[in-house]
């Protein structure tokens, strides 16, 4: 009975965690572009979830696919799924591996959450892992800081070449 008890207790905190996730990772790349003061890459993050969303609720309501061990109905693609690797491509892709393979560890195991919890199976996990990549590569592009100017001047027989480099 004790051991039930733990097995179940492990559950739910995996469960729990991955919801967590949920929201802290969509959280975290959108706070981040906007301290950096990258607001191309916040509408591109905003553009990758509108579409993100979009296309998982189609599925979803579309196919309407029942819900492993009668847990309920509109199991595919699996939303905390397609949600978190929205987030962690976006990161990845914007940002770098640097920070992206963190995001994809944390996006990887709120889908295997959603499996533990008997709430989506391999395959609502797969469809939308797959969606939310998708939806993030179509709109973003890499993150270039603008740290380096080239300028140049004439006027009458003169000729005036620059290079700016900021820290």
Same mark, same amino acid.
């Given at each position: 009975m004790?051991?039930?008890t733990?097995v179940?207790?492990q559950?739910?905190t995996?469960?729990?965690?991955?919801?967590v996730?949920l929201?802290s990772l969509?959280?975290a790349?959108l706070?981040?572009s906007?301290?950096?003061?990258?607001?191309?890459g916040?509408w591109?993050?905003t553009?990758g979830?509108?579409?993100?969303?979009a296309v998982? *609720? @189609?599925l979803? !309501?579309?196919?309407?696919?029942?819900r492993?061990?009668?847990?309920?109905?509109?199991?595919?693609? &699996?939303g905390?799924?397609?949600?978190t690797?929205?987030s962690?491509a976006?990161i990845?892709k914007?940002y770098?591996w640097?920070?992206?393979?963190p995001?994809?560890?944390?996006?990887?195991?709120t889908?295997?959450?959603?499996?533990n919890?008997q709430?989506?199976d391999?395959?609502?996990?797969l469809?939308g892992?797959?969606?939310? *990549? @998708?939806?993030a !590569?179509l709109f973003?592009t890499p993150?270039?800081?603008?740290h380096?100017e080239?300028?140049f001047a &004439?006027?009458?027989?003169n000729y005036?070449l620059?290079f700016?480099?900021?820290?």
């Amino acid at each position: 009975m004790l051991n039930t008890t733990r097995v179940a207790a492990q559950n739910k905190t995996v469960q729990s965690a991955g919801d967590v996730i949920l929201f802290s990772l969509p959280a975290a790349a959108l706070t981040g572009s906007l301290i950096a003061k990258d607001y191309n890459g916040t509408w591109q993050f905003t553009k990758g979830a509108l579409l993100n969303q979009a296309v998982t *609720i @189609g599925l979803k !309501y579309g196919l309407n696919k029942e819900r492993p061990f009668g847990n309920g109905d509109r199991a595919f693609p &699996s939303g905390h799924t397609s949600t978190t690797f929205q987030s962690a491509a976006f990161i990845q892709k914007r940002y770098g591996w640097k920070y992206g393979i963190p995001a994809y560890a944390l996006a990887g195991f709120t889908g295997y959450s959603r499996i533990n919890a008997q709430k989506h199976d391999g395959w609502d996990v797969l469809a939308g892992a797959a969606v939310g *990549i @998708g939806s993030a !590569y179509l709109f973003t592009t890499p993150y270039q800081r603008e740290h380096m100017e080239l300028t140049f001047a &004439s006027w009458e027989d003169n000729y005036l070449l620059g290079f700016a480099y900021k820290f």
